[in-house]
């Protein structure tokens, strides 16, 4: 039977510690997509970008989101950014259940402390599409047209992951 959950939400929601206990709850293999592009590219998200740049790093991530997807049985955590494209957001709600995780920003912004923001390239200070408020506000539209929406704000990742296990089951 095709299972797949997908996760997404802005960065620091918990997509990735969320991701895995759901998926050794529901006994399903776990990938994270941030990490199956450092794994093919060989090189970490901020090198990536700092080589490349944001056009191409979504590129790429398009390209591995629609070849993971083959997997009929997954549990996914998206970067924070994947699903700003529609054709993306599309695939993934054709392909599973898509589950947004949020969060309150005043929780966000203690939870993203430096070492957090250090593996960010868009939350670098020189970032030109602006704060991490800026980009957390601008995002807020794309987040809201997921149907599931699951608040992080105030529950440990295994309350976290219970909760969208009562959801997709
Ligand atoms: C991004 C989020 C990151 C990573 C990249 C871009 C974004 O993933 O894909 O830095 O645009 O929100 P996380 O949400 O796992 O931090």
Redesign the pocket.
Known sequence: MTQRIILTGF?GTG??TVGKLLAEKMGLPFMDL?EEISRCTGQS?PEFFAQWGEAAFRELESQMLREILRQERLVLAT???TLLRDENRKLCEQAGTVVCLTCDLEVLQRRLDNKEMSY???LMNDNPKGTLVELWERRREVYRKIFWQVDTSSKSPQQIADTVLGLVN
Do not use: F, V, Y
């Open positions: 960065m997509k990735t941030d998200i970067g924070g950014g960010r390239p868009l």
